[in-house]
DNA sequence: CATGAATGAGCTTTCATTCAT
DNA sequence: AATGAATGAAAGCTCATTCAT
């Protein structure tokens, strides 16, 4: 039994692993099921064993991936009380998750973006949390009297995620790495903490 | 040939137009080169007088309207001296040219960078230049003193740009228009500008 | 516009043949849709551009056959008055009609009533008014006195083409052709003429 | 090896009967290895120990089937002398025994004779036994002076059984019952009796 | 004997592209 | 230049069958 589900999750796994491999490669559309197949070294048919159709795949992945990845983010906060220091922490730790993981960035930042499907109707409850992490650092930081009042959190959790995964985008797709991580996540949260601060905390 | 063009120009940008269309409602690959052609009033086959594939048009679509949106943007900046005031405007107009053109915003932001085809091998010289509007701008603030010396134009551009376009994401992928376009505009040139400003400046 | 009517119909006209034959050498279920496309000398896809699937080639397959099929019975029992020399006649052009289009029959036979979509869900109006011819001679015939009052028309006609159709599904499947048409088709329809038939008549 | 085929002979039955179930409801091209499995609780590959493969489920599910209604019939016409009231009884019970399992009518009626595979390869043994307990009957009834000798049983068999089989699909494939199946049987074998009959006979 | 996860051949259907008119 | 009927390659998905446990 133990054995049965270790085997059912390993092929689980598999496919997943291998799906992010193609679909980074060559996105979703321009993917084959029998490609991932074949890098997930199972038939055509155990896919479907395990997912409805390549959309299903497509889901999971981001599901599952987002889940760790909202883990290790929340993960990296713990014990961090100071706002401006936990959006520094926030920066760097994005940069660095993208990088680990630079083919999952690419297909969360790509793909999943792309198709209405995943956007319009897929809800996306998982991403929401992501970035409402930022929002509840933001209101954190205004309830401390740290950040200005007139900033609106929900404008300043879009463009603070925007800043870090545009810079993403530039490492994920560009071969040179021009800018160290450190230094893009130090300078984009010292951007946002600065143009946060109020008068009395700048002092 | 000139007259050639330009008398072709009317079926050549019927089809932009319509790709337009069914691209934002469909994505680039949900689209069906028939319902284009339905679109823009022309046969089937009269697609490939003007276009020499699918992608084609998708290329072209992108480098005519993103031609036109530097224009628009270059135009909005004229006579601004103050490059704090330029990021203000710059914002301004990015997030009103989204609102105005939402289809191509849509497909600029989810289709065209989706496709390795797009960002990888295909340069996108266009974007660039609209990214490098905002290097500019900054190492302009840099020589005149206003922005400090550390910040690196080449982060920073893209940040302020990534924190414009989530924002626009925002506003063409949900229906609910919560924030304002001046006041969404207004916040995020603020945290950049307070962001940069040298000390000197400040006072 | 002519030609162009006339080309369209010939390909509808060589795909329905061709599914005739195929149909009736494999059965439905056991036909690629490609076999047809090549019996018809066609590409697969010309298929889809007259017919929405592969249930839709066999059930305009039907309706325009069986379509034939009522005309041409109607035409063999005009003229003739006596309801039962209409019965007769009726047995032999079905047998005739059955000799003549064997792989047409074997598939109204077979293939039809296989799938509940034809049976249940398809109302199949066609097959009810060639049962309906039968049944119309048969209260004509009680109408004139010819026929007995308690005979049940509902019952005598299913009765009618039942035997009829049996007697042809032997023909169809069989390779050996041990009884006459003419033969065949008299004996049946004398037994139900006879079994019909008023004390009163028989004198 | 009695005892042996006995005891699996609960799981041979129990697929059998949940094949009946399945073919009935999807006919038989539509139906699934996987759901007759799951009908008869059994596994999938439980399955193929008793039966070589999907084909040979639809062949011995109609051997042991017919071998019933063979056994059934025959008991029924026991102790009947007169050929005219053995097709009396015959037309009564086959219309009963359709009415009491009305899934395996429906299979033997449209499944079996769908695919070539049953009714042209495959000899169809126990058919021809019952269509020839009808001619037999004919035949008595000829040797007794009561049938007209011109009448050929080879017809008159097919006939009989079409006529009735023709009948009991209307019961088996529409939901209103509109006529009793003793009046059908009735005058079923009615129009058959009085339609042979000598002249003599029937004084 | 029994299981059911895994297989992979093979099908229907789509749609970008062509080319005769 | 314009058409749109025809093409046919290509891919997602199903399901009968197998075999390690």
Same mark, same amino acid.
């Given at each position: ?6 085997? !059912?999750?390993? =092929? ?12 980074? =490669? !060559? ?13 997930? !070294? ?10 409805? !159709? =390549? ?7 981001? +599901?599952? +991936?987002? %889940? ?23 920066? @760097? ?12 960035? +690419? ?7 792309? %198709? ?6 897929? %809800? ?39 800043? @870090? #995964? ?7 797709? %560009? ?14 949260? #010292?951007?946002?903490? =600065? ?9």
């Amino acid at each position: 039994m133990k054995a049965d589900s270790k085997k !059912n999750s390993d =092929k689980h796994r598999r496919i997943i692993e291998a799906a992010v491999k193609v679909f980074a =490669k !060559n996105g979703f559309f321009n993917s084959k099921v029998s490609e991932i197949a074949r890098a997930a !070294n199972v038939a055509d048919g155990t896919i479907y064993l395990y997912f409805q !159709n =390549k959309d299903d795949i497509l889901i999971c992945l981001f +599901e599952e +991936e987002m %889940s760790k990845v909202l883990n290790k983010m929340r993960h990296a906060l713990e014990g961090i009380t100071d706002p401006a220091r936990k959006l520094e922490r926030f920066a @760097l730790a994005h940069l660095s998750l993208v990088e680990e993981a630079q083919e999952l960035a +690419e297909i969360i930042q790509v793909e999943i973006r792309q %198709s209405s499907k995943f956007m319009k109707e897929y %809800s996306n409850q998982q991403f929401h949390e992501y970035l409402n992490i930022i929002s509840t650092i933001i209101k954190e930081g205004q309830a401390q009297g740290v950040f200005r009042q007139d900033i609106m959190p929900g404008v300043a959790k879009r463009a603070f995620f925007g800043a @870090l #995964d545009e810079m993403s985008r530039y490492w994920v797709l %560009s071969s040179v790495k021009k800018y160290s991580i450190t230094m893009a996540a130090q300078q984009i949260s #010292d951007f946002f903490i =600065k143009g946060m601060l109020t008068q009395k905390s700048e002092d």
